[in-house]
Each structure stands twice: as structure tokens, then as C-alpha cells.
């Protein structure tokens, strides 16, 4: 079993930068691959940023390609995600997901754990 707890969402302004970050006990998630999702109101959950469990490779979705970038650190379990030049529709609860698998699969479906969520507001 894998807990995946995430931190640091908030409210920031257009334009600006925020963190977040995703703790991981009970395993090491060194031979998990690792994603981002994201679900604002109203919306279905979808992919934001993946990487494969040996920090790799790294993938995202179209929309924040350029401004945001996924990273781990294994030895501290947890997993990052740095957010620039953020837009009012990045709003949204941010969940950070395992996957006990090498490759990166943007399908929430296919991740085994998740997180609670952080929610990320960016205020216009």
C-alpha cells in the first residue's frame, strides 16, 4: 500500500508560480510511475503531468506544456510539480496518483493510489 499526500496548492494570481508537492509512506516509490491529475468543477478529471519511475522520462498534457514541470525526488518519496505562468483555468483540486508500472499512462483509470487533492485557485 501506497498514501500519497499532497501540499502547498493555494491562491495565486495570473501569471504567477506555485509548487506542489506529493509525499509518499508505506512504500518507496521508486519502481512506481507517478502522475499529476487535475478536476475543476464541473469537469472530469484529466492528466497533467506524469513521469516514469526512474525519473525519466517525463510527459504533459498540451495545455501546460512549456509552464509546468513534473520531478521526484526518491529519496524523499515525494514528487513535485512546479507550476509558471499559471492562468485562471488551471483552477482546479490537483491529485497526485501512483502507478505500479514503468511507463506513464495519461487514463486515470490505470493509476493503483491517489492522493486527497491540494486545491490551486488562479485568481484573473
Known amino acids: 500500500q501506497v498514501q500519497l499526500v499532497e501540499s502547498g496548492g493555494g491562491l495565486v494570481q495570473a501569471g504567477g508560480s506555485l509548487s506542489v508537492s506529493c509525499s509518499a509512506s508505506?512504500?518507496?516509490?521508486?519502481?512506481?510511475?507517478m502522475g499529476w491529475f487535475r478536476q475543476a468543477p464541473g469537469k472530469e478529471r484529466e492528466f497533467v503531468a506524469g513521469?516514469?519511475?526512474?525519473?525519466?522520462?517525463?510527459y504533459y498534457a498540451d495545455s501546460v506544456k512549456g509552464r509546468f514541470t513534473i520531478s521526484r525526488d526518491n529519496a524523499k518519496n515525494t514528487v513535485y510539480l512546479q507550476m509558471n505562468s499559471l492562468k485562471p483555468e488551471d483552477t482546479a483540486l490537483y491529485y497526485c496518483?501512483?502507478?505500479?508500472?514503468?511507463?506513464?499512462?495519461?487514463?486515470?483509470?490505470?493509476?493503483?493510489?491517489w492522493g486527497q487533492g491540494t486545491q490551486v485557485t488562479v485568481s484573473s
Open positions: 496518483a501512483a502507478r505500479d508500472g514503468v511507463v506513464v499512462v495519461t487514463v486515470d483509470k490505470a493509476y493503483d493510489y
Open positions: 508505506g512504500r518507496t516509490i521508486s519502481s512506481y510511475a
Open positions: 513521469m516514469r519511475w526512474n525519473g525519466g522520462s517525463t
